[in-house]
């Protein structure tokens, strides 16, 4: 049976609210930075889209996410911070919202902090929160999802509530088709449900269900699978369950993949959290098989995307979507656990682990340093009209944000996000991604060497190939007259000598 929905009291708005707090401060020290970095740079390229389809073609995989970032800077204005906004409310906002599901889904307290504490102090959710990626959103929209495939299993003749699934269900692989794995716990939990207590009343479940499939075979059609480009398979490759390896190796790449889950989820030794949660899935599976495949499930469906190729499973940022399954996982575990348990002894044991959570919580790494910005803004106020501006390829991203002239998003295939800039300034030329063959860069610096005195060269993310791209101008008869340098980017003048 599921446990039953509770009323919320002002107790859960205080544990909620302090939560809230704890999410914040371990979080705040990232925001607003003098330069977004490579990733979040062409998200945030968003601000400079004309019209839904490149708002589309920016978002990839999770268009929801990047329309709602055009809306907020739309009408707030861009900014490094205002970038950030989204992604941080959403992270800040995870912790107490799994709680409030989590009590009003009848869990004891002791459970719903537990599980709402493995959220506030996760290591990679604290780090993305910050970043201008869905993530953070993934998160917060898997918990909706979560609430509505409980409320579902808890009545599961009610159209209102099968209803209610099919709509989270739809606006989450809107946000971000990553929310899909939850989605198909949820639906895999409430038919199972309807099966087993009233298999005569299938009628909600058969219309949310069909509805649902409607939608994701158009969805996928229409936007999953054009945004899943050949550079981005290739980005993910190793990321990947290898069934063509045989079962050893594919058995080898699925522990290897949910190491790297627990890890980026846990902020404790991975061994052991790694084993806490395949006995929380024990105890659950056991004592409350209705419930089972709404918070386990998710996990095989990754683990079957990632066998498929269409997800990759281990990929750190990626699996942010599968944290609050794992956190409900826990709290429900320890409900069913602490039920035998005297409360005092079950409030102990929360005590200690939410204590060795939170003295585990590594300092917050500090925003990846790539000042791109000022770099950007002083070339476009010293080269003159016969100089050339050459973009080293992993600046492209950050050089279109920030570039005071007008750019033109592309879709671009090879490219792992699906999209290319091109930016509309003539002596702008962007270097191609050459890193493994460092001296492809040549014929690019021969057109520039063969039509101008000074070449510009600004880069950030760089690669080895940065010291070859200047041999190659030194060749040409250039020499470095002048350099700027700024946190994790540099601004470079090459003239001709002779």
Not at 393 to 411: C, D, F, M, N
Not at 431 to 446: E, K, N, S, V, W
Request: aromatic share 6%; proline share 7%.
């Amino acid at each position: 049976m599921a446990a039953q929905g509770a009323a919320l009291g002002p107790l859960d708005a205080v544990v909620a609210l302090a939560l809230l707090a704890v999410s914040v401060a371990v979080r705040v020290g990232a925001l607003a930075p003098s330069s977004l970095w490579l990733d979040d740079a062409w998200v945030a390229l968003v601000s400079r889209a004309d019209g839904l389809g490149e708002v589309v073609m920016v978002g990839n995989t999770a268009p929801g996410f990047v329309a709602m970032q055009a809306l907020v800077l739309g009408v707030v204005g861009f900014s490094e911070l205002t970038a950030q906004l989204l992604p941080f409310l959403f992270g800040v906002a995870a912790a107490p919202a799994l709680y409030l599901v989590a009590r009003r889904c009848g869990l004891c307290a002791p459970a719903a902090v537990l599980g709402a504490a493995l959220v506030a102090t996760s290591p990679l959710h604290i780090v993305h929160s910050a970043r201008v990626k869905p993530f953070t959103a993934d998160a917060l929209a898997a918990v909706a999802v979560l609430l509505a495939g409980w409320r579902v299993v808890e009545r599961p003749v009610s159209a209102r509530r099968w209803a209610g699934l099919g709509i989270v269900s739809v606006l989450a692989v809107v946000v971000s088709a990553a929310t899909a794995a939850t989605v198909a716990g949820a639906y895999l939990a409430g038919v199972l449900a309807v099966g087993l207590r009233r298999p005569r009343a299938l009628r909600p479940a058969v219309w949310s269900t069909a509805g649902f499939g409607v939608f994701a075979v158009g969805w996928w059609a229409l936007v999953v699978r054009h945004a899943s480009t050949p550079g981005l398979r290739a980005y993910w490759a190793n990321r990947y369950v290898e069934v063509s390896a045989g079962p050893g190796a594919a058995a080898g790449d699925v522990v290897t993949g949910l190491a790297e889950v627990v890890q980026g989820f846990v902020a404790l030794p991975r061994a052991p959290a790694a084993a806490a949660l395949a006995a929380a899935a024990v105890v659950v599976v056991a004592r409350r098989p209705l419930l089972a495949p709404l918070v386990v499930a998710p996990v095989v469906v990754a683990v079957a995307l990632a066998a498929l190729q269409l997800a990759p499973l281990g990929g750190g940022r990626t699996d942010i979507h599968l944290y609050p399954s794992l956190a409900l996982l826990v709290a429900l575990a320890l409900h069913v656990v602490g039920s035998r348990l005297p409360r005092p002894a079950a409030g102990t044991l929360v005590a200690v682990v939410v204590a060795a959570l939170v003295l585990a919580v590594r300092p917050l790494p500090p925003y990846p340093d790539e000042d791109l910005r000022p770099l950007v803004a002083a070339v476009e106020q010293r080269a003159r009209s016969g100089d050339a501006i050459a973009v080293y390829s992993a600046s492209r991203w950050a050089y279109a944000l920030y570039t005071s002239g007008p750019v033109e998003l592309e879709r671009d295939v090879t490219s792992a996000n699906g999209f290319a800039v091109a930016i509309a300034d003539e002596r702008v030329e962007v270097l191609g991604p050459h890193r493994a063959d460092p001296r492809a860069h040549a014929p690019a610096l021969d057109r520039l060497a063969a039509g101008h005195d000074r070449i510009w060269l600004i880069s950030s993310h760089t690669g080895a190939d940065l010291p070859v791209i200047e041999q190659l101008l030194a060749e040409r008869g250039f020499v470095a007259t002048a350099t700027e340098i700024r946190p994790g980017a540099s601004l470079t003048l090459w003239s001709r000598t002779g």
